[in-house]
């Protein structure tokens, strides 16, 4: 299985902050890797799916990059309603598999 | 507009089976592969298994030996059976679809929680 790794694993910021959320994986997933974001009680939303493309609706503050073993996700500019759990996933190889999450919160 | 939709019982015996549909609204099923997840409380996300509109499966290796999906595309519906459960199965389940040819799943069912408990 392909491990994938977050850091960190929770972060504090205020409204306005620039944010980065890391995603190692334990072997080269080429750019396969989404970011998904979930708040409490609600469904994973996708936010950046192919390392960096940015899922329709989505608002252009969150970008992503990396490929092969290493990926960011980016928040420019943090709103009220981006405090979540950030999770990366690969879908190079089943099984596919998450990140832990990444718990971003209110300083 | 995609609606994915998961049901199934609530409260599951230990040892029995867990059995949830994922129902498709909004159009045709083809060219699906619908994932199922399972999120334990305040855990993170796992990936169970996925099928095919045309009833490929793929299981994860750590659930392959109770796990059974399938496809009944003239109701536009998904099935997942979990045999043989224990507390450990207890957890939110999810259906998503990955497009043909697309490699991220878009589009998710509101999440059913499933107890397992006597």
């Known amino acids: 299985d392909i491990q994938m790794t977050q850091s960190p694993s929770s972060l504090s910021a205020s409204v306005g902050d620039r944010v980065t959320i890391n995603c190692r994986a334990s072997q080269s997933i080429s750019h396969y890797l989404n970011w998904y974001q979930q708040k409490p009680g609600k469904v994973p939303k996708l936010l950046i799916f192919?390392?960096?493309s940015l899922q329709s609706g989505v608002p252009s503050r969150f970008s992503g990059s990396g490929s092969g073993t290493d990926f960011t996700l980016t928040i420019n500019s943090l709103q009220p309603e981006d405090f979540a759990t950030y999770y990366c996933q690969q879908n190079h190889n089943t099984p596919y598999t998450f990140g832990q999450g990444t718990r971003l919160e209110i300083k | 507009q995609v609606q994915l939709q998961e049901s199934g019982p609530g409260l599951v015996k230990p040892s029995e089976t867990l059995s949830l549909t994922c129902t498709v609204s909004g159009g045709s099923i083809s060219s699906y592969y619908l994932s199922w997840f399972r999120q334990p409380p305040g855990k993170g996300l796992e990936w169970i298994g996925y099928i095919s509109y045309t009833g490929t499966t793929d299981y994860s290796p750590s659930l392959r030996s109770r796990v059974t999906m399938s496809v009944d595309t003239s109701k536009n519906q998904f099935s997942l059976r979990l045999t043989s459960v224990t507390a450990a199965d207890t957890a939110v389940y999810y259906c998503?679809?990955?497009?043909?040819?697309?490699?991220?799943?878009?589009?998710w069912g509101r999440g059913t929680l499933v107890t397992v408990s006597s």
């Open positions: 192919a390392a960096s």
């Open positions: 998503a679809r990955q497009l043909s040819g697309y490699f991220y799943f878009d589009y």
